[in-house]
C-alpha cells in the first residue's frame, strides 16, 4: 500500500493561496470491534486492485490571521501496482495515484490535481515514490502485521526525498505509520495511514477493513503549509 506523500495536499496549496488573494476524522464508533483482521491481506488486496473513490473536499486555508472556507469535489484514484518499471536501477512495479477535482475558495474556482507514481519490488515492498519536485526512496520498509486489532500501531516505511532524481540534496524525511481503530460495524475496524513530510505537512488516508480481508477506501485528511500559510483538507 504504497498511498501517497502530501501530493493530497501541497499540490493543490499554492492554487488556494493564491486564490485567497494573499478535517477531522469521522465521529468515535459505539460499536464493538472484532478481535482481528487480516491487515497484510487486506493491503495486498488494495495494492493489486486498486480503489478508486468520489469525494467530498471542505477545508480550510489560512494566511496571517485571515481564513478562508475550501468546499468542492474531487476523485481520488489508485490504480494497483502492476506496471513494470525499474527504479534506483532495480526492477520494479509501478503504479499510480491521481486527484482530479476542483474547489472554491474566497469565491474563486480552483483545481484539486496531481500525480504521484509508486514503486514496489516483485514482492510488494515499497521503493519510492515520485510527484512533481518531488524523488523519495525508501531506506526502511516493514511489512505490515498479518494480523491487527483495535490499538495496533506501527511503522510502514521512511523515505528520503530529494527534489529530483539527481538527489543533489535532502529536501526532507518522510515517515510513513499506521493504526487500527474502531471500524463502523461489527465486522471492520478503521486503518488510517498517515504520511508526515518533515515540517511540510501530514496526509492522513482512511481505510476500513474487514474481518474477511476485504479493504475500502473511506477518505482522507491533510495538512500542508506554504510560505507561512496552511491549508488543511478533509475529504470523505
Known amino acids: ?26 465521529s468515535a464508533s459505539t460499536v464493538t470491534p472484532p478481535s482481528s483482521v487480516p491487515l497484510a491481506q487486506a493491503i495486498h488486496t488494495l495494492q493489486t486492485t486498486g480503489v478508486t473513490k468520489s469525494l467530498a473536499v471542505t477545508g480550510t486555508a489560512t494566511i496571517g490571521s485571515q481564513s478562508y472556507s475550501v468546499a468542492g469535489n474531487m476523485t481520488y484514484t489508485q490504480t494497483a501496482l502492476a506496471t513494470a518499471a525499474t527504479f534506483e536501477g532495480h526492477p520494479a512495479l509501478s503504479g499510480t495515484i491521481t486527484l482530479a477535482g476542483s474547489a472554491t475558495v474566497n469565491g474563486q474556482t480552483v483545481p484539486l490535481s496531481g500525480t504521484e507514481t509508486d514503486y514496489v519490488s516483485a514482492g510488494y515492498v515499497s521503493l519510492g515514490f515520485v510527484s512533481t519536485g518531488d524523488y523519495c526512496v525508501v531506506t526502511t520498509a516493514t511489512a505490515p502485521p498479518a494480523s491487527a486489532s483495535v490499538g495496533t500501531t506501527g511503522q510502514l516505511d521512511v523515505a528520503t526525498c530529494y527534489t529530483d532524481s539527481n538527489k543533489a540534496s535532502v529536501d526532507y524525511i518522510s515517515t510513513r505509520t499506521f493504526a487500527v481503530s474502531v471500524g463502523t460495524t461489527s465486522s471492520n475496524v478503521t486503518l488510517t495511514v498517515t504520511t508526515a513530510d518533515g515540517t511540510s505537512g501530514t496526509t492522513v488516508l482512511r481505510y476500513l477493513v474487514g474481518t474477511d480481508g476485504s479493504i475500502v477506501f473511506a477518505g482522507l485528511d491533510g495538512t500542508a503549509a506554504v510560505n507561512g500559510s496552511t491549508l488543511t483538507l478533509h475529504g470523505q
Open 1 to 26: 500500500m504504497n498511498c501517497s506523500n502530501t501530493l493530497l495536499v501541497s499540490l493543490t496549496a499554492a492554487a488556494f493561496l493564491t486564490a485567497c488573494g494573499g478535517g477531522g476524522s469521522d
